[in-house]
């Protein structure tokens, strides 16, 4: 799922074009990571505050300080670096976890109450960036004043992603994969709506932002939850490994693939 923009736009992925895209290029690869991201997220943020018993306060301060320190380089970078994108949609997914188990377990707003607040945030985030820039299109982001815009809707679409997700499990009372499974279902749609309609493509990516978040997140719970809660009961820091290792898969095979594009 690609948003389209309204006239044609050199990106990194073009030889010899001389525009660079500030934000990764929206590829099948781009949706595999984010999934493995949010994975990390959920694991990397249950790490903190349960394993290592923090607190969700304590949890909340020390990832929200990660994160704007990587985002302070981030954006002051000139150049697009893959891994310092990756490693920022990582710790963006872990505030949002600490954000949703603040919001529900610390303020005791629940998880509806919480998710109407982000949905909230999120939606005046992209007015705000409508408004002031013209287009919402994430292909490409090519001033850092738009780039700040997309990570701080980048946070309160991960944070509302593991509200629903925690909705899921927690409210409806399913289970981890089948809370996957209705995530993954919502997805499908969003995809078929994408290829299927003319509704306005950039709606469709971060509708698929969102809901990609609580499948990375279902996922990350089937792997560290008890067996007796429908998980398989694997340590958390074992977890964020193995995940960890698979997104460093992904990213490399692309960055070698993108090589070889180039020198084709």
Do not use: C
Not at 13 to 41: C, H, Q, Y
Not at 158 to 168: E, P, V, Y
Not at 220 to 240: C, H, I, Q, Y
């Amino acid at each position: 799922m690609t948003p389209e923009t309204s006239s044609y736009v050199p990106t990194r992925s073009d030889p010899g074009a001389g525009i660079l895209n500030r934000v990764a290029e929206v590829t099948l690869a781009f949706w595999i990571m984010k999934i493995l991201a949010t994975t990390l997220g959920e694991t990397a943020g249950d790490y903190l505050s349960m394993t290592l018993n923090l607190g969700y306060y304590i949890s909340f301060a020390i990832t929200f300080a990660l994160l704007g320190v990587i985002l302070w380089v981030k954006v002051r970078a000139e150049g697009f670096s893959p891994v310092l994108f990756w490693t920022a949609i990582v710790v963006a997914t872990t505030a949002g976890t600490e954000v949703s188990d603040l919001m529900d377990r610390s303020l005791g707003l629940g998880y509806l109450w919480g998710s109407v607040l982000l949905v909230a945030g999120l939606v005046a985030t992209l007015i705000f960036w409508k408004r002031r820039h013209g287009s919402l299109s994430v292909e490409p982001i090519l001033t850092r004043p738009v780039e700040i815009l997309f990570w701080i809707a980048v946070v309160f679409s991960n944070s509302l992603g593991t509200a629903f997700g925690d909705f899921l499990t927690d409210n409806l009372s399913l289970s981890y994969l089948q809370g996957a499974f209705v995530t993954a279902g919502v997805i499908g749609v969003v995809l078929a709506l994408h290829y299927a309609t003319r509704i306005n493509a950039v709606l469709l990516f971060w509708l698929a932002f969102v809901f990609t978040r609580p499948f990375g997140a279902t996922f990350g719970d089937f792997l560290t939850k008890p067996v007796a809660d429908g998980g398989l009961s694997l340590p958390r820091e074992w977890a964020s490994l193995v995940t960890l290792a698979a997104l460093a898969a992904v990213l490399a095979f692309t960055a070698r693939a993108s090589r070889t594009a180039r020198q084709s």
